[in-house]
């Protein structure tokens, strides 16, 4: 199975509203990455949080990262109809070479 | 110039054809990445260079085949594709961080594949 799993799979807020997605992955990680992506579109960097990191904030973007959970969250606070998208985690793993690999994702969708 | 760009946008191929979907940067990054993405899942590893040397190759049939002619350039070479190889190809750079992993990664906007 994946190595990032999240949750919820799908979450359909409010404008104005905060949005949570959770992300747990199985082995140690050097960093997590979140990345967003419209429709169809190339993924867009958002954030990369270390493992010896534990909180993370870029602009209405909050990550956080507990290692002895293997999770992270993001957090979008005062959402906006242009937040929707798809949000991935990702980590990345030293397998001899080093491997990102995906979480299924959190389709978020913000009513105006 | 802080873009990732791939082309074409869209291609459709038959089974016989023998296309190449090409991949450019111009940041310096030393690490590119193809991913293959089906609709509404995550983006699947298929292959990176590092230094223009193929480091990973998860396992993708040899009807893919991938290229490195320099460190600005990465293609991906197309024959005798099944309609199930029919995806978003999406291409990525980044630069090497500190132990030899990688940050961030830039995408481009990939190239929207069917194969008829």
């Known amino acids: 199975s994946q190595q990032g799993e999240e949750d919820p799979q799908a979450l359909s807020i409010q404008e104005g509203e905060n949005a949570t997605m959770n992300c747990s992955y199985k082995?140690?990680?050097?960093?997590l990455q979140w990345y967003r992506q419209n429709s169809g579109r190339g993924l867009v960097h958002l954030i990369l949080i270390r493992s010896n990191e534990r909180e993370k904030h870029s602009g209405r973007l909050r990550v956080t990262l507990d290692t002895s959970k293997k999770s992270s969250s993001l957090l979008i606070t005062a959402s906006r109809a242009a937040d929707t998208a798809s949000y991935f985690c990702?980590?990345?793993?030293?397998?001899?070479?080093?491997?990102?690999?995906f979480g299924a994702g959190t389709r978020l969708f913000v009513k105006a | 110039d802080t873009e990732v760009t791939q082309t074409p946008k869209h291609l459709v191929m038959g089974m016989t054809n023998k296309k190449s979907l090409k991949c450019e940067q111009h940041m310096g990054h030393r690490a590119m990445y193809w991913y293959k993405q089906k609709a509404k899942k995550p983006p699947e590893l298929m292959f990176v260079?590092?230094?223009?040397?193929?480091?990973i190759n998860e396992s993708v049939p040899s009807r893919f085949s991938p290229e490195c002619p320099n460190s600005s350039l990465l293609n991906l070479h197309l024959h005798a594709l099944q309609p199930e190889d029919s995806a978003l190809y999406l291409c990525?750079?980044?630069?090497?961080?500190?132990?030899?992993?990688?940050?961030?990664?830039?995408f481009g906007p990939g190239t929207r594949l069917t194969v008829l």
């Open positions: 990702a980590t990345v793993l030293n397998t001899g070479g080093f491997k990102t690999i």
């Open positions: 260079y590092s230094y223009e040397k193929l480091s």
């Open positions: 990525a750079s980044s630069q090497e961080g500190l132990a030899g992993a990688y940050n961030e990664q830039f």
């Open positions: 082995t140690s990680i050097n960093n």
